[in-house]
Structures are given as structure tokens and as C-alpha cells.
């Protein structure tokens, strides 16, 4: 295991690099003991990676592809950074343009109303908030979603259920393993378009 937390067929892998096997996932950034311990296997085809892409969108761009669950930074009209995702289910997807308008590190969550009315036995007891932290399902960072200045309510975020990577599975977030999505957080400033296919 290298200092990212995930390890690839035994070999460690640093986030840039592609590889086979399994990727065992740790809960990043300080999470508490009993979470680090953690290990859930990951198709290592949603390893962070350089990829041939071609575009015509603006660098430094990031794409959702859905259908694919894949999230592309675009670093040139050839290439992008690929990330998996996990995508919001059939009835609940969102697709759009949107830019990021906030980024939150270990960030508070609140379902939405929509989500209360519809599972308010799931999510009712969280109608005041949850604070931020490794338990929380929003994970290490979030990116905030905004159309013209207003709020989607959709979010590209980490997660506190990593085996859900590549699948529909969210309320219409985007969400990501916790080391992935501190690694994007780090690379796209405010302002970053991004385009949900």
C-alpha cells in the first residue's frame, strides 16, 4: 500500500498510472482507525489514469459520462484525466452544465427535501444536518454543483460506499472514492465548468 491507500494486484500504483487486478481502497486523510482498517475491492479500471480522449472542450473541462461512469479532466483536445463514479440512479439523474461554485473539505450534509419525502425512513433523522467526517456521505471533499448562480443541489463528492463506484446507485450525485476525490479537488479551481453527459 503506498501513501494514497490503494494498492493494485499486490503492486502499489500511484494515481496516475493504469494496472490490473484488484484496487483495495483505504479511507484517506486521517479517517478514524476503524475506518482506515478498511479494505473494499475496486475494478481497477476506475483508478485514477491518463487516457486517450478526444474533445472539443476548453482544458481543465470536466466530463461525466454516466453511461459509462466514468469523470473526464480534460487536459488537452486528445487527452483527460479518468476517474470512476458512481451516478444517481435512472429515475433521479441529472444531466447538464453546471460550474463549481464551492468545495468543501470533510464536508456537512442535509438531505434534501426531495429525499426526505421520498425515503423518509432513511433520511428523516438527518433533516438537521450531519456533520462532516469520515462517517458522513459526502466523504473528504465536495464539489458544488451551481447553474447560473443557483444551486443544483447536486454534488461530486466522496463516499462512504466505495463498492458503489461504477454504479447507478445516488440521488443524482456524482460520487467518487474519498482518495480520488481529493485528488481531482485538488486540480480544478472554482469556477471549473463541467458537463454531465
Same mark, same amino acid.
Not at 121 to 129: C, F, L
Not at 159 to 180: E, F, K, L, W, Y
Given at each position: 500500500m503506498n501513501r494514497r491507500g490503494f494498492v493494485l494486484g499486490g503492486v502499489a500504483a500511484g494515481l496516475g498510472g493504469a494496472a490490473t487486478g484488484i484496487l483495495s481502497v483505504a479511507f484517506p486523510d486521517g479517517a478514524a482507525a476503524a475506518q482506515s482498517k478498511k479494505r473494499v475491492k475496486v475494478d481497477p479500471k476506475y483508478a485514477p489514469q491518463i487516457v486517450a480522449y478526444p474533445n472539443r472542450h476548453k482544458r481543465g473541462t470536466i466530463v461525466i459520462d454516466t453511461r459509462k461512469r466514468f469523470l473526464y479532466l480534460v487536459l488537452s483536445p486528445v487527452a483527460a484525466r479518468r476517474y470512476g463514479v458512481g451516478v444517481g440512479r435512472d429515475a433521479l439523474a441529472w444531466s447538464g452544465t453546471a460550474t463549481i461554485d464551492a468545495k468543501k473539505e470533510w464536508p456537512s450534509w442535509r438531505p434534501t427535501d426531495e429525499m426526505i419525502a421520498r425515503e423518509p425512513?432513511?433520511?428523516?433523522?438527518?433533516?438537521?444536518?450531519m456533520p462532516?467526517?469520515?462517517?458522513?456521505?459526502?466523504?473528504?471533499?465536495?464539489?458544488?454543483?451551481? #447553474?447560473?448562480?443557483?444551486?443544483?443541489?447536486?454534488?461530486?463528492? *466522496?463516499?462512504?460506499?466505495?463498492?458503489?463506484?461504477?454504479?447507478?446507485?445516488?440521488? *443524482?450525485?456524482?460520487?467518487?472514492?474519498?482518495?480520488?476525490?481529493? #485528488?481531482?479537488?485538488?486540480?480544478?479551481?472554482?469556477?471549473?465548468?463541467?458537463?454531465?453527459?
Open positions: 425512513g432513511k433520511y428523516a433523522k438527518y433533516r438537521n444536518g462532516g467526517g469520515p462517517n458522513n456521505p459526502l466523504g473528504a471533499r465536495a464539489l458544488y454543483l451551481f #447553474d447560473n448562480g443557483y444551486d443544483t443541489f447536486y454534488r461530486i463528492h *466522496g463516499t462512504t460506499a466505495p463498492h458503489t463506484i461504477g454504479r447507478a446507485v445516488s440521488n *443524482g450525485c456524482i460520487r467518487m472514492i474519498n482518495d480520488h476525490v481529493i #485528488d481531482l479537488y485538488k486540480r480544478v479551481p472554482l469556477g471549473t465548468k463541467v458537463v454531465v453527459l
